[in-house]
């Protein structure tokens, strides 16, 4: 049975476009990817930071409260 040469035609030019461009997709999804990862640690340092600043607002205050105990007596 003979197959159209345009249907042949038509196949083998899809199956070489998306080998050729599948290795272009792979490296965009692992940048991708990447970036998001990267902006979920940036996230989290952030969250740590801000979590570190009210510890450290409330040492200091503890220790405030403290010296006046102290000077007062």
Do not use: R
Not at 27 to 44: D, V
Not at 54 to 61: D, G, H, L, P, R
């Amino acid at each position: 049975m003979a197959v159209n040469a345009q249907v042949t035609d038509a196949v083998t030019q899809t199956n070489a476009k998306l080998l050729g461009e599948s290795p272009v997709q792979a490296l965009a999804t692992a940048y991708q990817s990447l970036a998001h990862s990267t902006g979920l640690a940036m996230e989290n340092a952030m969250q740590v930071q801000g979590g570190m600043q009210q510890v450290a607002n409330s040492t200091t205050s503890v220790a405030c409260g403290f010296i006046l105990k102290q000077a007062q007596g």
